[in-house]
């Protein structure tokens, strides 16, 4: 189950969107976020499909994989924030628009 919230803030990065992925057992809410170069005016590169798994155990390695594709073709940073307190844990680095990026985590409680 996935919920997609957008949000727009311009800056000397391009965009910024939200999206929440539900990882269901691992943790509720996992946000991730979509930045890509460029200047501004600008539009936002499309809300990311994010994939991975939607339930595991602590102490073992699950990958995600986000994918958006940007207007004007910009290359696009994913972060994800992984215990949901609305600062990014991690990023993946800049990928082509449309290239699919991963970033993996473990989660230990």
């Known amino acids: 189950m996935k919920q997609i919230q957008q949000r727009l803030k311009l800056s000397h990065k391009k ?3 939200m999206a929440l ?3 269901l057992l691992i943790q509720p809410f996992v946000p991730a976020i979509a930045f890509a170069g460029g200047s501004a ?3 936002a590169p499309s809300a990311p ?3 991975g798994p939607t339930s595991g ?3 073992t390695s699950y990958t995600f994989t986000a994918v958006s594709t940007d207007p004007e073709n910009d290359q696009i940073d994913y ?3 992984w215990d949901n307190d609305g600062i990014i844990d991690g990023y993946t680095g800049y990928v082509n628009s449309g290239t699919p ?3 993996s985590h ?3 409680y």
Do not use: R
């Open 15 to 17: 965009a910024l969107i």
């Open 21 to 23: 992925v539900s990882a």
């Open 41 to 43: 005016p600008d539009q």
């Open 49 to 51: 499909s994010i994939s």
């Open 57 to 59: 155990s602590s102490n």
């Open 79 to 81: 972060g994800f924030d």
């Open 101 to 103: 990026a991963q970033l």
């Open 106 to 108: 473990t989660w230990t």
